[in-house]
């Protein structure tokens, strides 16, 4: 998942910013704030045009990781939807999934940030640099692993 890694890091050099709301803005990509119910977000491809759908009952900070998740969707996957494969089709989506959220731990967590706890820090825990970073626990273990 090297790739993945470097997309996200290329992506934040050359927009200087590892902000997925600026990216999406700057991609030309829409956000569309909806009720979605119990889901959080998604992407979809509309006439090849990305599109990220996020629940409005979440606040910005909160959707955050969503949006970078999401966002790595419509890098990494442009040419499907995701969801509609999962619910409508016998495609196993996990691949695709896991493919989006290394993508948004790499956009969202740095190396640097993340190596400032690799000395002097022994007894930090995973759910305490989710707690830091405000990312799932799952990102964290993405960038701990790769």
Not at 49 to 60: D, V, Y
Not at 83 to 110: G, M, P, R, V, W
Not at 124 to 140: A, G
Request: aromatic share 12%; net charge negative; glycine share 4%.
């Amino acid at each position: 998942m090297g790739r993945i890694k470097d997309i996200a890091d290329d992506l934040a050099n050359k927009y200087k910013t590892r902000n997925p709301y600026e990216l999406c803005k700057l991609l030309n990509i829409p956000i569309l704030f909806e009720p979605l119910g119990n889901i959080k977000g998604l992407f979809q491809n509309v006439l090849c045009t990305p599109i990220i759908h996020l629940n409005n009952s979440f606040s910005k900070d909160e959707l955050k990781p969503v949006l970078a998740h999401e966002l790595g969707h419509a890098l990494l996957h442009k040419e499907f939807n995701v969801c509609f494969l999962s619910n409508y089709t016998f495609c196993i989506t996990d691949k695709y999934e896991n493919e989006a959220n290394s993508f948004a731990a790499h956009l969202l967590i740095t190396d640097e940030d993340l190596n400032k706890f690799s000395t002097g820090y022994e007894y930090v825990t995973i759910e305490q640099l989710s707690s830091y970073f405000s990312v799932p626990e799952e990102f964290i273990m993405y960038k701990i692993r790769e």
